[in-house]
């Protein structure tokens, strides 16, 4: 019902509103014909995302205490989601989203004590400078400073600084370049 009144929605707009119709014979979405042969359609920003958050996941002992270092230091809300087929809680702050589940052993230990990897998680940024600052007013431990901006532009890496969680985790905060 929704789909075949779409044209008469689209009228008011003077333009295709989904840019995709859907193909009722093999049940799956496909591109506007116009603007499949336009190329400028992904640089207009008119194509359709099915995918467009994420998630990761930290096992913790202790979910309840790394909620709330994440809550009262990093200014992230929680939901506690007890009643799902698996109980986590879910952290949010702006564009970003860590799901806390329970756990033992050496998924709860940082990457780095077992492999090459430096980070557990690495967040961009907008303005990690200011970032960095509310985190160090909030008593959270910065292991890698951030650089001045001069001496950033030689730098063979990212502008970025490091800190950790409550339960060893190095989260690096990266400058953004460009609009993700």
């Known amino acids: 019902k929704v789909m075949s009144s779409l044209d008469d929605h689209e009228k008011a707009f003077l333009k295709p509103l989904l840019d995709f119709k859907f193909n009722t014979e093999g049940g799956a979405l496909e591109a ?41 230091k990093c200014g992230f809300k929680a939901v506690h989601l ?39 998680f690495y967040i961009y940024a907008s303005e990690p400078f200011m970032l960095q600052n509310e985190l160090k007013n909030n008593g959270v431990t910065i292991t890698e400073e951030l650089p001045e901006a001069e001496s950033a532009v030689k730098a063979e890496t990212n502008r970025q600084f490091v800190f950790e969680d409550v339960d060893g985790r190095h989260i690096c905060v990266s400058q953004s370049l460009e609009e993700l």
């Open 32 to 72: 506007n014909e116009e603007e499949a042969t336009n190329e400028d359609a992904s640089e207009s920003g008119s194509a359709l995302h099915l995918m467009n958050a994420a998630a990761s996941i930290f096992v913790c002992k202790d979910p309840l205490a790394t909620s709330l270092f994440y809550e009262t």
């Open 82 to 120: 007890s009643d799902e087929s698996m109980p986590h809680i879910r952290l949010t702050r702006d564009n970003i989203c860590i799901i806390l589940c329970p756990g033992e052993g050496v998924a709860t230990e940082p990457l780095r004590k077992h492999t090459a990897i430096k980070y557990d």
